[in-house]
């Protein structure tokens, strides 16, 4: 994934795509080479937006209540309608698109999704098309590379560990601080010490999956990206996902929908022809029945 970087770089990006955490000692001496280094090295990757977002991976069938896509027609005259969807918090990713649709997105709410559809439905209201198509997420596989299985680890969590998880998926371009976090709180008007902040994290090792950053694929030469809905067996919904398609390094995201076309994958490659080799490699597997394609124009939100 990262062979247009120089060696080092790609390494120094492994480490923390498996743990962001691991002291910069740690990574100097596992490459022999100087702390300093290291840190001039993942400042450059921060600085260049190689590395996009410190973050943790949880299971998103679990910590979300509902997860669903958008298709909406709009057109260049209204640019005020992406605008508005992308300043919503519940909305985590906007894509300009080819086909019926020219814009995708991605809601996820904890609570009170209804909320959030009235926002939508707002902004849509006043849009000359006023058209639209929900895509329901019935579950999850797989998001930025990271696989989930089948099953769901459920437990009952409070108010603070909750936002607790939700500051660290998204700490930015620096990993936070424990007493970073205290402030965070604070700011929320949690009061929560530095000391009670790490016994939680402590806590909550169980349903965080890594500590791990998110890159930008585009600057690491992957510039093309597709939405695939893919046709499967239905006798072999789950095997099909688990056992396959999310074995597929191109495929980083990938969802059960309630759909005719019952998967949907976000899939990232180098050109057409890398694509094209893709999906003719699906079609070795006799349980993919039909794929259908929808090339992205532009990320605006990511």
């Given at each position: 994934?990262?062979?247009?970087?120089?060696?080092?770089?790609?390494?120094?990006?492994?480490?923390?795509?498996?743990?962001?955490?691991?002291?910069?000692?740690?990574?100097?001496?596992?490459?022999?080479?100087?702390?300093?280094?290291?840190?001039?090295?993942?400042?450059?990757?921060?600085?260049?937006?190689?590395?996009?977002?410190?973050?943790?991976?949880?299971?998103?069938?679990?910590?979300?209540?509902?997860?669903?896509?958008?298709?909406?027609?709009?057109?260049?005259?209204?640019?005020?309608?992406a605008e508005g969807l992308q300043n919503l918090y519940e909305c985590e990713l906007i894509d300009g698109i080819i086909g019926e649709y020219s814009?995708?997105?991605?809601?996820?709410?904890?609570?009170?999704?209804?909320?959030?559809?009235?926002?939508?439905?707002?902004?849509?209201?006043?849009?000359?098309?006023?058209?639209?198509?929900?895509?329901?997420?019935?579950?999850?596989?797989?998001?930025?590379?990271?696989?989930?299985?089948?099953?769901?680890?459920?437990?009952?969590?409070?108010?603070?560990?909750?936002?607790?998880?939700?500051?660290?998926?998204?700490?930015?371009?620096?990993?936070?601080?424990?007493?970073?976090?205290?402030?965070?709180?604070?700011?929320?008007?949690?009061?929560?010490?530095?000391?009670?902040?790490?016994?939680?994290?402590?806590?909550?090792?169980?349903?965080?999956?890594?500590?791990?950053?998110?890159?930008?694929?585009?600057?690491?030469?992957?510039?093309?990206?597709?939405?695939?809905?893919?046709?499967?067996?239905?006798?072999?919904?789950?095997?099909?996902?688990?056992?396959?398609?999310?074995?597929?390094?191109?495929?980083?995201?990938?969802?059960?929908?309630?759909?005719?076309?019952g998967l949907l994958a976000i899939v990232r490659a180098e050109d057409i022809d890398f694509y094209n080799n893709f999906i003719q490699n699906l079609?070795?597997?006799?349980?993919?029945?039909?794929?259908?394609?929808?090339?992205?124009?532009?990320?605006?939100?990511?």
């Amino acid at each position: 994934m990262f062979d247009s970087l120089e060696e080092l770089d790609q390494k120094i990006l492994e480490i923390l795509k498996d743990d962001h955490r691991k002291p910069f000692t740690e990574i100097a001496t596992d490459l022999g080479i100087s702390r300093n280094t290291v840190n001039n090295k993942i400042k450059k990757l921060v600085q260049k937006g190689i590395i996009r977002n410190y973050t943790i991976v949880v299971d998103p069938n679990w910590f979300f209540d509902k997860t669903i896509f958008i298709e909406i027609k709009t057109n260049p005259h209204e640019p005020w309608l992406a605008e508005g969807l992308q300043n919503l918090y519940e909305c985590e990713l906007i894509d300009g698109i080819i086909g019926e649709y020219s814009l995708i997105l991605k809601v996820r709410v904890r609570e009170d999704f209804d909320v959030t559809l009235n926002q939508i439905d707002s902004l849509m209201a006043k849009s000359a098309s006023k058209k639209y198509h929900i895509i329901d997420i019935i579950h999850i596989y797989k998001e930025n590379g990271y696989v989930f299985g089948e099953s769901i680890k459920k437990r009952e969590i409070d108010l603070k560990d909750l936002e607790i998880i939700e500051i660290l998926r998204n700490q930015g371009k620096k990993p936070l601080t424990h007493s970073q976090i205290s402030q965070f709180l604070k700011k929320r008007r949690i009061n929560i010490s530095q000391p009670a902040v790490s016994k939680r994290i402590k806590g909550l090792e169980d349903l965080i999956k890594k500590f791990t950053i998110i890159p930008d694929l585009t600057k690491l030469g992957i510039k093309i990206k597709f939405y695939v809905r893919i046709k499967v067996d239905p006798a072999s919904y789950n095997a099909t996902a688990l056992e396959f398609l999310s074995n597929q390094p191109q495929i980083t995201d990938l969802y059960r929908t309630g759909e005719n076309y019952g998967l949907l994958a976000i899939v990232r490659a180098e050109d057409i022809d890398f694509y094209n080799n893709f999906i003719q490699n699906l079609y070795t597997d006799s349980r993919i029945l039909d794929t259908h394609t929808t090339l992205v124009l532009e990320e605006r939100k990511k």
